[in-house]
């Protein structure tokens, strides 16, 4: 019978590689909470219309890239592309507003792209990513940028590039719309094929298409920061002022729009040169419009998203991921029936004080026993035989330098604690 292998676009995370997953997530969370961030958990799952609204119909993702199905009573539902809409989803559901004006809220998650798989991108891949929503001043959107930054620095990386720049709001995007467009028109012809349907659609998007043919067409182009409104030119001073006052060198792109429609005012990017062609660590802005677009109250909000395999390829790629496979404290080689019974009381004792212990379940030789604690870079072994049986002691054996000695089995699990507590 044929084998039955993963689909296309997914990864098994494999022992070896999840520490290094545990180890990211773990230092997300806690850069997350020092800045105040509480968890929220989404369904994996929504209904469609969560996403054809929130991220827009016409965009790539809701045309070409979602995971959708028919529950059997009818119903459409889709595997989530991106944990924006589901956080304000649950927001405005749970009445979040209610309980504190200003929510700073944070996920970890898998998410699901129907994209074509490629370095750095994947169709099951997993975000972090953090939303602060009910504050319509720019002091959030930075504070959203530190975040992120500071997530990044907490993991050790320094090589990347802050992108900014301001997609205005629907009052001053009309008029630029109209004025790209009759920039563009002339080079219509030029245009790869989705960026000749975006033209009609979200003149736009053609502006971050990394085709080589629409970047040369949109050389020159107008520029969005030309033509924001008074209040979000200022909103968008405001933002650089506040992130010089706090040092962080950033690059103004015209041509960043970010793909998903929701966004108002600030846009950025964090990207990175370790990456191939898909360099964006980090995606973001302000969102100010998306709640009321899901049938709640206005409510003006920031935040930002970050591919974790994007992440852990750029702190492989600087030896930045060392060291962090899980070592067992203990390996116990217990030789014969009786010394198999007194290891398996033994390895329980030694769990229960915190350590990590394992043993032996193929009744392997002593030597097989030991190439095994080896193997699994354990630290010591205990070794039990008939001989030690008798005596009603232990070899304590140090794998590192190879010292070793009998300990009474009556203080061995206080004498483990006491080498483990150094
Ligand atoms: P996004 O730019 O679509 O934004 O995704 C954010 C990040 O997720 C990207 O910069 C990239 O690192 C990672 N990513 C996206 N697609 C893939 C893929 N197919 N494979 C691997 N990694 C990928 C959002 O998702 C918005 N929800 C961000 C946001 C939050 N805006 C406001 N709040």
């Known amino acids: 019978m044929d084998k039955i292998r993963k689909v296309k676009g997914t990864q098994d995370i494999l022992p070896g590689e999840s520490e290094k997953w545990l180890y990211l997530e773990g230092k997300v969370r806690a850069?997350?909470?020092?800045?105040?961030?509480?968890?929220?958990?989404?369904?994996?799952?929504?209904?469609?219309?969560?996403?054809?609204?929130g991220i827009g119909q016409l965009t790539d993702i809701v045309t070409k890239e979602m995971y959708t199905f028919e529950d059997r009573g009818g119903k459409s539902n889709t595997l989530k592309p991106e944990g924006t809409a589901p956080v304000i989803r649950a927001y405005l559901e749970n009445g979040m507003a209610n309980l504190r004006p200003v929510q700073k809220?944070?996920?970890?998650?898998?998410?699901?792209?129907?994209?074509n798989p490629q370095a750095g991108r994947f169709r099951q891949f997993h975000q972090f990513g953090a939303e602060l929503i009910g504050v319509p001043g720019p002091l959030a959107d930075v504070e959203t940028i530190l975040l992120a930054l500071d997530i990044y620095k907490s993991v050790g990386l320094s090589s990347f590039k802050v992108k900014l720049n301001s997609v205005g709001d629907q009052n001053c995007r009309a008029k630029y719309k109209q004025v790209l467009s009759s920039f563009l028109e002339p080079k219509l012809a030029a245009l790869c094929k989705s960026c000749q349907t975006r033209f009609a659609s979200n003149p736009m998007r053609i502006l971050d298409c990394k085709k080589p043919?629409?970047?040369s067409a949109v050389e020159g182009a107008p520029k969005m920061i030309d033509y924001l409104d008074e209040a979000s030119a200022t909103h968008f001073k405001e933002v650089c002022d506040l992130l010089d006052l706090h040092e962080i060198s950033y690059?103004?792109?015209?041509?960043?729009?970010?793909?998903?429609?929701?966004?108002t005012r600030t846009a950025y990017e964090i990207i990175s040169d370790d990456l191939g062609s898909q360099n964006a660590l980090c995606g973001g802005g302000r969102y100010d419009l998306l709640a009321e677009e899901l049938g709640g109250r206005t409510t003006p909000s920031v935040g930002f998203a970050a591919g974790i395999e994007r992440l852990l390829m750029v702190l492989a790629s600087q030896d930045l991921?060392?060291?962090?496979?899980?070592?067992?404290?203990?390996?116990?080689?217990?030789?014969?029936?009786?010394?198999?019974r007194h290891g398996q009381r033994l390895s329980r004792s030694l769990r229960q004080v915190g350590l990590k212990v394992d043993l032996d379940f193929l009744g392997r030789s002593l030597k097989a026993q030991l190439k095994e604690a080896n193997r699994t870079q354990t630290k010591y072994v205990i070794?039990?035989?008939?001989?030690?049986?008798?005596?009603?002691?232990?070899i304590l054996r140090n794998l590192n330098d190879s010292e070793q000695r009998e300990v009474a089995f009556d203080v061995?699990?206080?004498t483990c604690t006491s080498i483990f507590q150094d």
């Open 412 to 414: 061995l699990v206080d």
């Open 105 to 115: 809220l944070y996920y970890i998650s898998p998410m699901f792209r129907q994209e």
């Open 213 to 215: 043919p629409c970047q």
């Open 251 to 263: 690059e103004l792109d015209s041509n960043l729009v970010r793909g998903l429609d929701y966004y």
């Open 383 to 394: 070794i039990i035989g008939e001989s030690e049986l008798e005596k009603r002691v232990a």
């Open 31 to 53: 850069v997350m909470q020092a800045y105040g961030y509480r968890e929220i958990r989404t369904p994996v799952f929504e209904s469609t219309a969560l996403f054809s609204r």
């Open 321 to 340: 991921l060392q060291d962090l496979a899980s070592r067992n404290d203990v390996f116990i080689v217990a030789l014969g029936e009786e010394a198999v």
